[in-house]
């Protein structure tokens, strides 16, 4: 940003040097106050942003304020979010975009959509329905204490920080009980079924000896380095900790789960039984695909898709010589002994060994690459059951901090290796961990772009790189490439269900049935992906309208450049500003399809 302050300044310098008229530099010297003007505000924004949420500051390495969490449901905060949302909106608007740089106007317009759908989204009571079995601080704290996320446990000042944010944490937990009594007096509650899958989460953190519990963890590693006097000082104080603050608070949520929410949380799955339930998901489905396609729309779509995919599904089972119908290929696939591991290890070491050969084959398709590094990691026992099969949680810019795909081997048998090279595209390579990377690597951008996020574009990207399986090398095994059918058919059955079990009014069986009936699914993860869908609205709708979207323009762009295409530059342009609305992504690429003619 300051340099691309320096450069407008450097060029009014130059201008007048060069005895440009009175009026050119009177409008360069403007656009040099608004661009100055506008970086101001965005730097002023994310330092009070990271002040208002001390995870996000300690996820993306700025450890200042790892001594607390934030109350994000509790009113206060929720009226100083709001304020601050009115207050730089207002500001934003003063400044004249007109006079901006392509790339200042891009940034202008994408903090004004942050801010307004911020704004919009505070008439929906989300905070009344604060946790559940998918996102739920009971289960995110766990990773945090025990030493698997983002809070460091290297110094001693890490560890006095935990414990400060021990203090918090049980706050945050009165507090959900607060909002969630509210809700259940407003008729604002969760699905019971979710909150049923939620309690043994909570209760596995609920032991009698301190020194077994997971957030004793941490202390069985104490630095090297660490005095006698500091080492003895730290177990006592987490023995205390443990015992008397973060059990206790688990249990205050386990018995008020049980003993009354339970009993008040409703037996219907959709948004649509909320109050204002309708707008509300209409709200999530905007927010989510940053289109303005409606539920319906999104279920035809889907509808299609699921239709063409299983069309390429019969024609791998004629490569394989499979005799049968697609259900019978479906319950071959997930059955046969052929396409499983006997030990969960065995997966995750499988995992590992793709990771230099399709680094290599990136190579192929790709011209900029993350310099961070990732790892696998297994997905923790505690969260297992209800985890999806695999997720990404980004590092840090400097590398301290490597990004993590987390691979579920929850039920080994229900994980087929044929879903592998798909689900390692999609997570890891050149899935999200070069989009997500990238974009966080990149000083270029206004730190808000560099660590912000538009659910369609990321999960999109995702999307459309386990498309590249083939073009990338890997597909070879035709079971592989039917893995990659499969999981592009799973985002195309989310459109179905997502929107059936919100807007159309099915129930969990509904959903169920149609995932059994259409794809090779396992009861397992159909079970857990359903109950997604109920926690999440709408997110599941993001990668398949932004794979879509991304492939769509990449045939526009192809069409049009004809031999001057080149792939690597194209992926270039996708990832180099990180995410934005899909048709932002659109103009963006069209801008840039001109200027390669």
């Known amino acids: 940003m300051k340099n691309s302050v320096a450069a407008l300044i450097a060029v009014v310098l130059l201008a007048a040097g060069c005895g440009g008229t009175d009026n050119q530099a009177a409008n360069e010297a403007t656009a040099v106050d608004a661009t100055t003007t506008l970086h101001t505000l965005f730097d002023e924004h994310f330092e009070r942003g990271l002040e208002m949420n001390p995870l996000r500051a300690t996820s993306i390495g700025d450890y200042r304020f790892n001594d607390r969490l934030a109350n994000s449901n509790s009113p206060e905060y929720i009226a100083a979010a709001t304020a601050m ?107 019971r079924i979710l909150m049923e899958k939620l309690l043994p989460q909570i209760d596995s953190q609920i032991v009698d000896d301190p020194t077994a519990s997971r957030f004793f963890a941490p202390l069985s590693e104490l630095p090297a380095d660490f005095s006698d006097a500091d080492r003895e000082r730290l177990i006592a104080a987490y023995e205390d900790k443990i015992s008397n603050t973060i059990i206790p608070a688990y249990r205050r949520i ?52 699921v239709a063409r995919i299983q069309d390429e599904m019969r024609g791998v089972m004629e490569t394989v010589g499979f005799e049968g119908g697609l259900a019978e290929f479906f319950e071959f696939v997930n ?27 990136s190579k192929n398709l790709f011209a900029v690459f993350p310099e961070s590094a990732f790892e696998v990691r297994r997905v923790e026992p505690f969260r297992e059951a209800s985890a999806a099969g695999g997720s990404y949680r980004s590092g840090t810019p400097d590398g301290s901090r490597p990004g993590v795909f987390y691979a579920n081997a929850y039920n080994i048998k229900a994980r087929g290796k044929w879903a592998m090279e798909s689900l390692f595209l999609h997570e890891a390579i050149p899935g999200h961990h070069f989009q997500i990377m990238l974009q966080r690597e990149n000083e270029d951008l206004p730190k808000f772009r560099r660590f912000g996020r538009f659910t369609a574009y990321s999960e999109g990207w995702g999307l459309y790189a386990e498309s590249l399986g083939k073009e990338l090398g890997v597909y070879t095994d035709p079971y592989q490439y039917f893995g990659g059918l499969n999981a592009e058919l799973w985002r195309s059955i989310r ?101 390669q003619l």
């Open 254 to 305: 386990s018995n008020f789960l049980g003993d009354e929410y339970l009993g008040a949380a409703r037996e219907t799955v959709g948004l649509y039984a909320q109050p204002n339930g309708e707008a509300w998901y209409a709200y999530m489905v905007r927010l989510r695909t940053t289109t303005d396609l409606t539920p319906e729309e999104i279920h035809q779509i889907g509808l299609d898709e």
């Open 85 to 191: 949302d009115q207050e730089f909106l207002r500001r934003l608007l003063k400044i004249d975009r007109g006079v901006l740089s392509y790339q200042d106007q891009l940034s202008y317009d994408l903090f004004r959509i942050k801010r307004e759908q911020s704004l919009e989204g505070r008439q929906f009571p989300s905070h009344l329905q604060p946790i559940n079995q998918f996102y739920a601080i009971t289960s995110s704290f766990v990773q945090l204490g025990s030493g698997t996320s983002v809070h460091p446990f290297k110094t001693v000042k890490d560890y006095d920080d935990f414990l400060s944010r021990a203090d918090d944490f049980a706050l945050i937990v009165d507090q959900i009980i607060t909002n969630m009594k509210e809700g259940m007096r407003q008729g604002v509650t969760q699905p």
């Open 495 to 595: 459109l179905v269900v997502d929107t059936g079990m919100h807007a159309k009014q099915w129930s969990r069986q509904d959903v169920l049935d149609y995932m059994y009936a259409n794809s090779a699914v396992a009861e397992v993860r159909a079970v857990a992906e359903a109950e997604r869908f109920m926690a999440i609205p709408g997110q599941a709708l993001a990668y398949k309208i932004g794979q879509l979207k991304i492939r769509e323009i990449r045939n526009n762009a192809e069409a049009r450049l004809g031999d001057k295409f080149s792939v690597k530059d194209f992926h270039t342009q996708i990832l180099q500003d990180g995410p934005m609305p899909l048709s932002m992504l659109e103009a963006k690429l069209a801008r840039w399809v001109e200027s």
């Open 335 to 361: 059955t046969d002994e052929q396409f499983f591991y006997d030990e969960p290890e065995e997966l995750i070491q499988g995992y590992r060994d793709m990771s230099d050969h399709i680094t290599q084959l």
